[in-house]
């Protein structure tokens, strides 16, 4: 749990995939709610990996210039996804590839998925950006709180395997960083005790027709009390979730969840926030 004095910042970033920006309202919209006076900037992508939310955090310093007065959250995503910036539409469009996991990308084709896509490259990919950031962070001795979406931890991966093991070998060097990344606060973990099979449990008795893994705005708000030792205004944050859901389930209701139109129904009750979606 982080311990950190919210009231001090002037500005607040959260950074992350689906998790942090989604058709409803995540524990960061919920967090800017509690703070309408502050800047508020969600640089969350839908289906990105953790190397895009590192090269996005680098170009937000950039261009804002991070400062003692602002606080920086960073929800790490699920290591095995391929962010690159592709030429879309025959050079009309260039995006960052978002599709979540590296094995069902709509960018890429079996024969890549079979021949580069490897879980080590991107447990090792992911450790080195989240170093990078904790590194970029100390030398400008600014805030930030850093969790994750899951525990990143797979087995087979394990530092307790023999040292001989060819996954430990080529993350040994890594060993202190993976039981850092590993005491991140976990929303998997908070959630559901790293079983998302929990989670489909409760969507399939809940909604007939409609199944997404996503935490639901309560469950955003639990985390955000797990996560945050911070003394929230109950009565707004419950009304603040209360709407959400209320949205959301008419949006699961209509099929018009994920659409534009929904999402404005959401965000646009906080007007004095600015947001800025990438």
Same mark, same amino acid.
């Given at each position: 749990m982080y311990q950190l004095d919210l009231d001090k910042y002037n500005r607040i970033f959260t950074f992350g995939c689906s998790y942090t920006n989604f058709a409803w309202d995540t524990w960061a919209n919920l967090l800017a709610s509690q703070f309408p006076d502050k800047e508020f900037y969600n640089f969350g992508k839908s289906g990105v990996g953790n190397y895009y939310i590192a090269n996005m955090l680098m170009q937000v310093d950039e261009h804002y210039n991070f400062t003692s007065s602002d606080l920086v959250l960073i929800c790490w995503s699920f290591p095995e996804r391929e962010d690159r910036i592709i030429d879309e539409y025959k050079g009309n469009r260039i995006v960052w590839t978002n599709s979540g996991s590296v094995y069902s990308s709509v960018f890429l084709d079996e024969n890549f998925i079979n021949k580069y896509a490897n879980p080590v490259h991107y447990q090792m990919q992911s450790l080195t950006v989240m170093k990078l950031v904790e590194n970029f962070f100390k030398s400008k001795q600014l805030d930030y709180a850093p969790f994750i979406t899951n525990s990143l931890h797979d087995k087979k991966l394990s530092l307790d395997q023999p040292y001989d093991h060819p996954y430990v070998l080529s993350r040994h060097s890594f060993?202190?960083?993976? =039981?850092?990344?590993? %005491?991140?606060?976990?929303? =998997? +973990?908070? *959630?559901?005790?790293?079983?998302? #099979?929990?989670? +489909?449990? $409760?969507? $399939?008795?809940?909604?007939?027709? @409609?199944?997404? #893994? =996503?935490?639901?705005?309560?469950? =955003?708000?639990?985390? *955000?009390? %797990?996560? @945050?030792?911070?003394?929230?205004? +109950?009565? %707004? *944050?419950t009304e603040r979730v209360q709407q959400s859901t209320d949205a959301m389930n008419e949006g699961i209701a209509s099929g018009d969840i994920y659409t534009k139109r929904w999402r404005k129904v959401t965000y646009e009750s906080m007007p004095t926030i600015k947001r800025i979606i990438r």
């Open positions: 060993k202190d960083m993976i =039981h850092k990344v590993q %005491a991140y606060p976990s929303m =998997h +973990e908070i *959630l559901w005790n790293d079983d998302i #099979t929990v989670k +489909e449990r $409760a969507m $399939a008795k809940q909604y007939k027709d @409609f199944r997404d #893994t =996503h935490p639901s705005p309560q469950e =955003h708000a639990d985390v *955000l009390k %797990a996560v @945050f030792d911070y003394q929230w205004n +109950e009565p %707004a *944050l």
